[in-house]
């Protein structure tokens, strides 16, 4: 059965707070808020930060944003410790801010600063919150992705991502997620995805201003679009691109 607080707990409960009060405040104040009590050129020591290398200022700026973290949590540890002390003067100490129960006294002994019996505890519970950054990243490539909508068929985010990956990236094809990547045009994402066209017989057909002169481009397209057999072959004299070119 769990042991109820009494005044000699209670007592002896301030005095820990109190402690840890000093100690926090000490501590905060001898290392300058954590160096945030120094300017930023402080830090590196020069007069202006202009000039350093892009590197050196993003290790800087990771520095102050660590600094800063650590005395939010200080100062957070201190809101905890002065509400503790104020529930005490108050007479509310030891009982739960949600049910109005007694807390054990075990508990107190291991959180003085415990709001809440076991059973109705936040901070206990899986977080339902995700990082903001999911919002704008969720559908891949974020809100510059179309391909859920049914009618999409423009240029997008993934297709500027695929343009510029096609030029490289660090996979190989040894490392490529795909078991049947032979060759480096093949590794970046929907590699064999049409590019400029909709149907592959769009990329070898041709047609003037008008419309009226229509001819073919004898291309990989086409000669892959004839091995497919997804059509039937074209009525139109089998020439080559040289004879093509000769006849224009």
Known sequence: MAKQLTEEMLHSLRRRLLDEKAELER??????????ANAYRDST????????HPADAGTETFERAKDVALLEREALKLERIEAALGRMDTGEYGRCAECGRFISAERLEAMPTAIYCTEHEPRQRESLKRPVEEQFLHPPFGRTSLD???????FDGEDAWQIVESWGNSNTPAMAEQNDIADYD????EADENEG??????????TD???RDVSVVRNRAYRRYLADQEGEPLLEPDRSAAEWDEGQ
């Open 209 to 211: 201003i008008t419309g």
């Open 197 to 206: 066209f909709v149907e592959p017989l769009e990329s070898f057909l041709a």
């Open 27 to 36: 501590r905060v104040r001898q290392n300058g808020h954590f160096g945030l």
């Open 45 to 52: 020591g020069e007069l202006s930060g202009i000039d350093n």
């Open 148 to 154: 859920d909508r049914p009618t999409q068929n423009g």
């Open 186 to 189: 093949s590794v970046y994402i």
